[in-house]
């Protein structure tokens, strides 16, 4: 299995256990050195705050443990494209490299609805995968959704 895909499979597993508790299904990790220093899924329903993204909470984590706000050198495993508010701290954060799968067709800021990434200096270095495991995180978006409109 490449890379990508194994870091994705973890990522995924953080999404499943955000859609286990409502939220929903996002979930990531960062490595740094080849090493995992962050994994999270989205807690904005259980935190009852808006600014819960995995994303948010990711660089949060990584930030704590490498002991530094810029994440250069780091590579952010998500599984959905990222929203405004996560492209901007994705690009504040410095992170190296973005990895993602299932394209956000409501709030995509790397390429779905928007490009945030042509409009700022600092994200000259942040090098952008899309569509890894793209068909089973879209799976799993579907479903959370059609089941939310049940209810």
Not at 3 to 18: D, G, H, K, S, V
Not at 48 to 59: M, Y
Not at 102 to 120: P, T, W
Request: hydrophobic share 40%.
């Amino acid at each position: 299995m490449e890379a990508n895909e194994y870091y994705m499979e973890l990522a995924i597993q953080q999404a499943e256990t955000a859609y286990s508790i409502g939220e929903v299904p996002v979930g990531g990790l960062i490595i740094y050195n080849n090493q995992i220093i962050a994994t999270a899924y989205n807690k904005k329903e259980i935190n009852n705050n808006s600014l819960d993204h995995a994303e948010i909470i990711l660089i949060g984590e990584a930030s704590k443990k490498i002991d530094r706000w810029r994440l250069t050198d780091c590579i952010m495993y998500i599984t959905l494209e990222p929203c405004p508010m996560c492209a901007g701290a994705i690009i504040q954060s410095r992170i190296s490299k973005l990895v993602f799968g299932a394209n956000n067709k409501k709030y995509g800021s790397f390429g779905s609805v928007i490009n945030l990434e042509n409009y700022y200096p600092d994200a000259k270095n942040l090098t952008i995968e899309k569509g890894v495991l793209q068909d089973k995180i879209s799976i799993m978006m579907k479903k959370f959704f059609r089941n939310k409109l049940k209810t």
